[in-house]
């Protein structure tokens, strides 16, 4: 007897991605545009000008009362004891092993309210992780599939956002978030992204998505504002060093070969404390490393090899259009870690030059 195939979520914004000619994929559950015009065209539009992205797939958890603040404490790495209102944080949710649950970013929206944004494929489990650990005097509140997200990232972002809301983003820092109303529609704004260029992210109900989405592509029409899908994204974030979950962190890897060590408040307790501080104290068997790959695009799962001999894995690999050259995320022996190191990557049998590189491999000029 033939299996259903599971049905596929569609955010708010589907139609508006199909009148735009968007090619569309199964992604983490949902139906979700991988590209408008072309991956490496739409990627040049948010170093050079602005790109509108719809992320309406992440998940969102809301954390109220006395104990959220304690209770995010104990469950995410970084340091949210020491979020004021108004601040945002990227950690890890980690598990007893001391193994990546998720890679997260809190946002303390109020005195006693937080929100965490998650990711889509793990909207679940993160879930059941939370419940499991969750703190007195806490109210949970799964807001996932009732919460659109939009960013808008680039250069030119900020004006373009500006003309749209009544908050002063122009004077919020980097990772500060605010509350306010973009296209006359509520919203939560937070200067926060995964492209390596400055931008927002806009958190509004579902019913207010496609408002919010056309007056941004109308306002910046003149700065060339364009629609950008997940391919781009992808190639944005790689070039940036941003962790993917899946390809560069899961449940098998840690926060110290995962090169976040940076995230783990070791002074604090939180879940994986002992087992994180342990593998820092021993140092790692192997780490995650930045390649540069001399004629060939390496990607997830290809091996790395040295002298011949397969010794690790690419985690994530493509063409970055703004450094010009194939890079890659791979984890390789500690001693073979270190920048200058000669290594290869096997691609379709045949055994191509690699360096190992300091990363990012693409930083943003600050103007």
């Known amino acids: ?44 539009a948010v ?38 209102v108004g601040q945002a944080r990227y950690g890890l949710l980690t598990n007893e092993r001391g193994t990546i649950v998720d890679d997260v970013i809190v946002y303390r929206i109020s005195e006693a309210e937080y929100m965490v944004v ?20 806490v109210a949970f509140d799964d807001r996932s599939f009732g919460t659109a997200l939009v960013a808008i990232q680039g250069p030119r972002a900020m004006e373009i956002l500006a003309s749209e809301t009544d908050a002063d983003i122009r004077s919020l820092p980097s990772f500060g978030v605010t509350q306010g109303r973009v296209a ?3 919203a939560t704004l937070a200067r926060t992204g995964y492209t390596g260029e400055d931008g927002f992210e806009v958190f509004i109900d579902n019913a207010d998505a496609v408002q919010v989405w056309q007056a941004l592509l109308v306002a910046g029409r003149g700065d060339a504002l364009v629609p950008v899908g997940l391919g781009a994204r992808d190639t944005l974030r790689l070039e940036a060093r941003f962790s993917l979950y899946g390809n560069d962190i899961d449940e098998t890897t840690d926060p110290i070969e995962a090169g976040l060590g940076w995230t783990c408040k070791l002074d604090k307790d939180f879940i994986g ?34 002298a011949g001999e397969v010794v690790g894995q690419v985690t994530s690999g493509t063409y970055g259009p703004t450094v010009d050259k194939n890079i890659a995320l791979a984890y390789v022996p500690t001693p073979l870690s270190k920048v200058g190191t ?26």
């Open 1 to 44: 007897m033939a299996t259903e195939a599971p049905t596929m979520r569609r955010t708010p914004l589907y139609d508006k991605h199909a009148e735009l000619g968007a090619k569309m994929v199964p992604f983490a559950g949902y139906e979700m545009p991988i590209q408008y015009e072309g991956i490496v065209a739409e990627h040049r």
């Open 47 to 84: 170093r050079g000008r602005a790109g509108l992205f719809d992320l309406s797939h992440m998940g969102e958890f809301f954390f109220r009362g006395r104990g959220a603040g304690e209770t995010l404490d104990r469950l995410v790495s970084s340091d949210i004891a020491g979020l004021a």
């Open 118 to 137: 998650v990711n889509a494929a793990n909207i679940a489990k993160d879930r059941a992780h939370v419940l499991a650990h969750l703190g007195e005097d």
């Open 184 to 186: 006359r529609a509520r």
């Open 273 to 306: 404390h002992d087992a994180i501080a342990a593998k820092k104290a021993q140092g790692p068997a192997r780490k995650i490393v930045g390649l540069v790959v001399e004629g060939g695009v390496a990607r997830h799962g290809h091996e790395v090899t040295s």
């Open 342 to 367: 000669a290594l290869a990557v096997r691609i379709r049998g045949k055994d191509v030059p690699a360096t190992v590189v300091k990363t990012p491999f693409y930083r943003r000029v600050a103007e």
